[in-house]
């Protein structure tokens, strides 16, 4: 599998943190946040679901080859 059991948990907690902070952005350099030997992604766009100005969740987008995601790609993602 291409993460273990202990790895999708820390990944969880992660994806967590980023629903909670209700942000949207994009990260190119993910290795500033995302330690690559556990999850080898390269780069990362997310943006909140909101409802009513509540946080519910967050789309998150990434890629395994390096990437640089534009605010266009940002725009787009955002208008899903």
Do not use: C
Not at 30 to 50: E, R, Y
Request: charged letters at 20%; zero cysteines; hydrophobic letters at 50%.
């Amino acid at each position: 599998p291409l993460l273990s059991r202990k790895d999708l948990f820390a990944t969880r907690h992660t994806i967590r943190a980023l629903a909670a902070n209700g942000r949207t952005e994009i990260v190119n350099e993910i290795s500033d946040i995302i330690d690559p030997n556990w999850l080898p992604v390269q780069a990362m766009m997310h943006a909140a679901l909101k409802v009513k100005n509540r946080s519910i969740g967050t789309i998150i987008l990434t890629s395994f080859e390096p990437a640089t995601y534009a605010a266009a790609d940002l725009k787009l993602l955002t208008t899903l």
